[in-house]
């Protein structure tokens, strides 16, 4: 999952930032279960969030993640303050962007007919779902949507062959 979202970083439409946050959220039986896991994946750069939640606790997902980050930089690992001299002579910290991915099942993906139906059902419930920026307590403002082909096996079974005059 790391690789797809270093993917969406780097490779479509490239996100300039000094920092970067990977969250996940872990939905728990538990009623008021409210914690997190940070894992370093490159020090001062990209740090991947676990937040556990429990089915009782309202999901602000910002105002937990900016939580943890104020945690992170009261223990030093790492420092918020612009990487641009004219902004850091000042002590002013960067923005914050939301980028939620969305997986949607692509039809050129080779897989038998009832895993397509089971694929397609599942894209049309998520038409009905709540908006994740929502349901996660985002601030609308900051917040992006992107939507990444999820392709099943897509080799194709022939090759195209070019006519030659």
């Known amino acids: 999952m790391e690789s797809k979202l270093i993917y969406s970083i780097i490779n479509k439409r490239p996100k300039r930032a000094d920092h970067y946050w990977i ?12 914690e997190y896991e940070p894992t370093v994946l490159i020090p001062g750069t990209l740090i991947s969030f676990k937040f556990r939640i429990g089915f009782r606790i309202r999901p602000q ?15 030093g690992e790492i420092d918020l303050t612009s990487s641009y001299t004219s902004l850091r002579r000042h002590g002013i910290t960067g923005d914050f962007s939301f980028i939620i991915i969305h997986r949607l099942f692509s039809q050129s993906s080779q897989c038998d007919a009832s895993d397509k139906r089971l694929m397609n059902l599942h894209s ?4 009905m779902e709540m908006d994740a920026a929502e349901a996660f307590g985002l601030d609308t403002s900051n917040v992006t949507i992107e939507n990444v082909p999820l392709i099943i096996d897509n080799r194709p079974t022939r090759r195209i062959t070019p006519i030659r005059l």
Do not use: K, M
């Open 124 to 127: 049309l419930l998520r038409h």
């Open 23 to 34: 969250v996940r959220v872990e939905f728990t039986d538990a009623p008021d279960t409210l």
């Open 61 to 75: 997902v910002s105002v937990y993640l900016r939580q943890a980050i104020e945690d992170l930089v009261a223990s």
